[in-house]
T-cell receptor
Framework: GAVVSQHPSRVICKSGTSVKIECRSL??????MFWYRQFPKQSLMLMAT?????????EQGVEKDKFLINHASLTLSTLTVTSAHPEDSSFYIC????????????FGPGTRLTVT | AQSVAQPEDQVNVAEGNPLTVKCTYS??????LFWYVQYPNRGLQFLLK??????LVKGSYGFEAEFNKSQTSFHLKKPSALVSDSALYFC???????????FGTGTKLQVIP
């Protein structure tokens, strides 16, 4: 099956700094990628939909200036958490979608962000 | 709007016994339904999906799920639970032809030796 990677798998950063998370589709092209956030013992919440070559679509309540998404190519989307704070600590998961029916989505392994 | 309900936060089952993890959904049109498993600090692993066809879907690791349109349910089942099945299970739905997936709140499965 299709493989999606995320890098890094874990990152610790200091409060006030920015951190970038990469999501790559390794063996297929993904016009659309999705970014999810998961708090401990909770479900995945969709943050934004990332479309190659255009601006991301953010879900209600997600700050687009804080969570910058770039989808510069058909195999790479990046999520940058700007001016990170401890409350941004979370598990971030991306998925990549093949853009033809039935629009299969493949999930990355996730990135654990800890802001100290 | 689509939604998924997993009514049980946790399910405990003895090793070797059958297990069921419940899921009901609400979506316009024909649903695409999914089950994923998540181990601690790991991403989601795909178990199975229903798009069309037979209501009983077989997936990875001996799991299966039954699509029941009248009850809008898609319960996950396994005839004989293993301790290694202990994990967090998510049901998910999206309308056919669309990409946005909605996840349930997850059910923690604990298989007791």
């Amino acid at each position: 099956g299709a493989v999606v990677s995320q890098h890094p798998s874990r990152v610790i950063c200091k409060s006030g700094t920015s951190v970038k998370i990469e999501c790559r589709s390794l063996d297929f092209q993904a016009t659309t990628m999705f970014w999810y956030r998961q708090f401990p013992k909770q479900s995945l919440m969709l943050m934004a939909t990332s479309n190659e070559g255009s601006k991301a679509t953010y879900e209600q309540g997600v700050e687009k200036d804080k969570f910058l998404i770039n989808h510069a190519s058909l195999t790479l989307s990046t999520l940058t958490v700007t001016s990170a704070h401890p409350e941004d600590s979370s598990f971030y998961i991306c998925s990549a979608s093949i853009n033809r029916p039935p629009y299969e989505q493949y999930f990355g392994p996730g990135t654990r962000l800890t802001v100290t | 709007a689509q939604s998924v309900a997993q009514p049980e936060d946790q399910v405990n089952v003895a090793e070797g016994n059958p297990l069921t993890v419940k899921c009901t959904y609400s979506v316009s049109g024909n649903p695409y339904l999914f089950w994923y498993v998540q181990y601690p600090n790991r991403g989601l692993q795909f178990l199975l999906k229903y798009i069309t066809g037979d209501n009983l879907v077989k997936g990875s690791y001996g799991f299966e799920a039954e699509f029941n349109k009248s009850q809008t349910s898609f319960h996950l089942k396994k005839p004989s639970a293993l301790v290694s099945d202990s994990a967090l299970y998510f049901c998910a739905v999206r309308p056919g032809g669309y990409q946005k997936v909605t996840f349930g709140t997850g059910t923690k499965l604990q298989v007791i030796p």
